[in-house]
T-cell receptor
Framework: DAKTTQPPSMDCAEGRAANLPCNHS???????VYWYRQIHSQGPQYIIH???NNETNEMASLIITEDRKSSTLILPHATLRDTAVYYC?????????????FGTGTRLQVFP | KAGVTQTPRYLIKTRGQQVTLSCSPI?????VSWYQQTPGQGLQFLFE???????NKGNFPGRFSGRQFSNSRSEMNVSTLELGDSALYLC???????????FGPGTRLTVL
């Protein structure tokens, strides 16, 4: 079973920041938080991952709470092309072969 | 660097037939994982290959099998196809040390 809980759907106006929450209250100390997104019928696209510090790349920012029980993916200026299903996954990284366990994700709809 | 490629992109088969799907990982990646995505069950892990050996396996019947070649390319085979095998089959590659997995575009299999 997935170790994360996400809202099933969210809306965001184009140009505004999209803040996607994820709960992972049973996360272990060596588990990373990964975010992927899947645009309709395409393969999931890696976005970002982090352990405990906030992370930022060219696509998004990841904010992880101090107790690591939840996180937020931030798309700073959402565009229509960001409409997708966003998956939050916890996984031990580095020298571990655990498979990715996908939950149901959050369907983000960006509207004009 | 080229991404993960999958062939064919679309496939139509009839019940009872068998099918082989192919995946070429990112150059330098030694691990290939396969996933099945259906509307009812979501994204589910099938198996992972590393150095030509199956290293991890999901909960799927023996009709689903795979192999990996010395150049890390992988094939997945499904025998005696059933209607319920209609799905998007995704492969993902990584270095084999548990870091970020990158997905291909998928093969859409329709079983009639």
């Amino acid at each position: 079973d997935a170790k994360t809980t996400q809202p099933p759907s969210m809306d965001c106006a184009e140009g505004r920041a999209a803040n996607l929450p994820c709960n992972h209250s049973t996360i272990s100390g060596n588990e990373y938080v990964y975010w992927y997104r899947q645009i309709h019928s395409q393969g999931p696209q890696y976005i970002i991952h982090g352990l405990k510090n906030n992370e930022t790349n060219e696509m998004a920012s990841l904010i992880i709470t101090e107790d690591r029980k939840s996180s937020t993916l931030i798309l700073p200026h959402a565009t229509l092309r960001d409409t997708a299903v966003y998956y939050c996954i916890v996984r031990v990284a580095r020298y571990n072969t655990d498979k990715l366990i996908f939950g149901t994700g959050t369907r983000l709809q960006v509207f004009p | 660097k080229a991404g993960v490629t999958q062939t064919p992109r679309y496939l139509i088969k009839t019940r009872g037939q068998q099918v082989t799907l192919s995946c070429s990982p990112i150059s330098g990646h030694r691990s290939v994982s396969w996933y099945q995505q259906t509307p009812g069950q979501g994204l589910q892990f099938l198996f992972e290959y590393f150095s030509e050996t199956q290293r991890n396996k999901g909960n799927f019947p023996g009709r689903f099998s795979g192999r990996q070649f010395s150049n890390s390319r992988s094939e997945m085979n499904v025998s005696t196809l059933e209607l319920g095998d209609s799905a998007l089959y995704l492969c993902a590659s990584d270095s084999g040390e548990g870091d970020t997995q990158y997905f291909g575009p998928g093969t859409r299999l329709t079983v009639l």
